[in-house]
């Protein structure tokens, strides 16, 4: 590590870092490609290149994406949290969608010891006592789906599973037991994303105040604190000692990162079990076998091939956001030198398809994360950061790591026990940018 870096470093890591607001003809060109599709412009940084950082200036500032291990840990090793800060790193209609100029900002926009603070507090809301709950929860809401798809026999499923995906996290997170609420919830949380790099700050904020009084709502209506046959997010986290509007802004972003991560991660799954016959197989025989007596919350620690293939899924496709730091001090990646005050982006899609790291990396391979293969523990784990890497109550590595697994579980056994269902031949398979196919899965779905 260098020095302090200069005044003027220190000048720019109070500067607001994001992609400039400007009608589209007047961007630059990395700023436009940078703002149609995040990830598609980084894969293109590193296209054709060895190195594990690219300089580049987005919005006109200077911008340095990142892969591998050295950038791993220069995000989530714990022993170097206060060299690349999350303050002020994000978009700046990310930073206000979480909490940026309101009472409270999420952990995500934390650093030290405030950030280990919420973190510790946060984790109640993923302990083994609540996420045994969200699984009873997540259970109705995939009985209720199931019925209308096999009533309705032939389905788009992209869309249903990203409306899937935000009713889990409404029924888990904030307690959204009504329609009519989950989908004003819905249309509030359609006016902004977690994985932009682009949108307007102040729309940001008015979704973000627009979900709180929600959140209000929801808390008069409909939640009974202490009601184990009720208890949800908000429930296990006003049992510790977070302030409420604290508690609120963390809701309001499971709530969102849920839509976001989770829908993205059921349509790829979804996407594997349509396209490789031998993962549907092992898929649908596992959970034959661990299913066999129970479907309860047990059940899913059982489920290791599965687990493989969410493993494999979260390696293969961005799930969720671009992790966004600011350095403090001058620092390499690589060989590339990153001077105090830069934002640095790390990209899981390329820290992912790493040839060294990973066999074959554009192939499609549960079976690397054997235990007779491991290539996700290799060199300590700092190349699988589909959630971040490290000490998941300590550091940033993300808190609804397991519940996304476990949501993914579970609807692997709803859609092997509850029905039989097919391809429509001759679709498209192709991704878009959010890792929809284009002809959205179309299946053909009868009770078994």
């Not at 979704?207 to 709502?217: C, G, K, N, S, T």
């Not at 309860?296 to 489920?303: I, L, R, S």
């Not at 940033?396 to 579980?409: I, L, V």
Request: hydrophobic letters at 40%; one cysteine or more; glycine letters at 8%.
């Amino acid at each position: 590590m260098g020095g302090a870096g200069s005044a003027d470093a220190c000048r720019r890591v109070g500067e607001h870092y994001y992609t400039d607001r400007l009608p589209t003809e007047h961007m630059d060109t990395n700023t436009q490609e940078f703002s149609k599709c995040p990830f598609a412009f980084v894969h293109q940084q590193f296209a054709g290149k060895d190195a594990q950082a690219v300089n580049t200036n987005i919005g006109g500032r200077p911008c340095v994406f990142a892969r591998g291990i050295q950038a791993s840990q220069l995000f989530y090793d714990q022993n170097r949290q206060t060299d690349a800060v999350a303050s002020d790193a994000a978009p700046e209609c990310v930073q206000a969608l979480l909490g940026k100029g309101a009472a409270s900002r999420s952990v995500a926009l934390l650093h030290g010891d405030e950030f280990l603070t919420r973190k510790k507090q946060i984790m109640e809301a993923f302990a083994t006592k609540a996420l045994e709950r969200y699984w009873t929860i997540n259970a109705g809401v995939l009985e209720k789906y199931m019925e209308s798809w096999i009533q309705r026999g032939s389905v788009f499923m992209a869309k249903e599973l990203d409306d899937l995906a935000f009713e889990i996290s409404a029924r888990c997170f904030v307690g959204a037991n009504d329609p009519g609420h989950v989908h004003k919830l819905r249309t509030i949380a359609g006016g902004a994303s977690t994985l932009s790099v682009s949108g307007d700050p102040a729309v940001s904020a008015a979704v973000r105040d627009a979900l709180l009084e929600m959140i209000d709502e929801e808390m008069e209506s409909e939640m009974q604190i202490g009601d184990a046959e009720d208890e949800h997010a908000l429930d296990f986290l006003m049992q510790g000692e977070m302030n409420l509007e604290d508690i609120k802004i963390e809701l309001a972003h499971f709530l969102l990162k849920g839509r976001d991560s989770l829908g993205r991660a059921l349509k790829c799954f979804m996407l594997a079990m349509c396209q490789e016959e031998a993962v549907r197989q092992g898929v649908e025989e596992e959970v034959a076998k661990v299913t066999a007596e129970s479907e309860d919350y047990a059940v899913h620690g059982n489920m290791v091939y599965t687990g493989q293939v969410i493993k494999e899924v979260k390696r293969a496709h961005q799930l969720g956001p671009l992790a966004w730091r600011v350095v403090t001090e001058d620092t390499k990646v690589g060989d590339t030198q990153i001077i105090a005050g830069t934002r640095v982006v790390l990209s899981p899609a390329e820290t992912h398809k790493d040839a060294k790291q990973y066999t074959d990396p554009d192939k499609f391979d549960p079976a690397r994360f054997m235990k007779d293969r491991a290539e996700d523990k290799q060199n300590q784990g700092w190349c699988y950061v589909a959630h971040g890497a490290g000490v998941v109550g300590k550091g940033h590595r993300c808190p609804a790591e397991q519940f996304t697994a476990q949501a993914m579980k579970h609807f692997a056994i709803v859609m092997s026990t509850k029905c039989n269902w097919t391809t429509v031949d001759g679709q498209d398979f192709t991704l878009d940018d959010s890792l929809t196919p284009k002809d959205q899965l179309h299946l053909q779905i009868i009770a078994k």
